[in-house]
C-alpha cells in the first residue's frame, strides 16, 4: 500500500509538472498518442516474440531471460496505455531490449534457485573404481 502512495506521489508530482510546461492541449495529445503506441505495440507483440524465440534458439539469451524480456515488453506496453507521463516514461524504458537485459541479468544472477536435477552433490567421501568382472579376463 505504501509503494502504491509513493507511486501515486510520484506520479501527481511529475505530471503536474510536465503538464504546467507544455500545456492541456500537449498534455492531452501526449496521452493519446502514448496509448496508441502502447496498444501498437501489443498488436506487434507477435513479431516482437518471433525475435526473442531467435534468440533462444542461437543461444544468445537463456529461457528464464526469455520470459523476463518478453514480460518486461508486456508491462512496458500496458505502462504507455495507463494515463500519466512517470508511467510513460517507465513504459518508453521498458522498451528498450538493452535495457531490459541489464535489469534481467542484474537479478537473475542474484537470485537463482538451484534446480536439483542439474546440479549433483558430490560426496566426498566416495572412489570411483572401475569393476571388472571374472568372466572377462582370460588366464
Do not use: C, W
Request: glycine share 6%; aromatic share 12%; proline share 1%.
Amino acid at each position: 500500500m505504501i509503494y502504491f502512495l509513493l507511486y501515486l506521489f510520484a506520479e501527481v508530482l511529475v505530471s503536474v509538472n510536465i503538464s504546467s510546461a507544455i500545456g492541456g492541449i500537449y498534455t492531452f495529445l501526449e496521452l493519446i498518442l502514448s496509448a496508441f503506441i502502447g496498444v501498437g505495440i501489443l498488436v506487434n507483440f507477435r513479431a516482437t516474440l518471433a525475435e526473442n524465440m531467435r534468440a533462444v534458439s542461437v543461444n544468445a539469451i537463456d529461457l528464464k531471460q526469455f520470459q523476463e524480456l518478453n514480460l518486461f515488453i508486456l508491462l512496458g506496453a500496458f505502462l504507455l496505455i495507463v494515463p500519466g507521463f512517470l508511467t510513460d516514461i517507465v513504459g518508453v524504458l521498458l522498451q528498450f531490449t538493452a535495457l531490459t537485459s541489464m535489469l534481467v541479468n542484474r537479478y537473475a544472477s542474484k537470485y537463482k534457485p538451484e534446480n536439483k536435477y542439474t546440479q549433483q552433490k558430490k560426496d566426498d567421501n566416495v572412489i570411483d573404481v572401475e569393476i571388472i568382472s571374472d568372466t572377462s579376463i582370460k588366464h
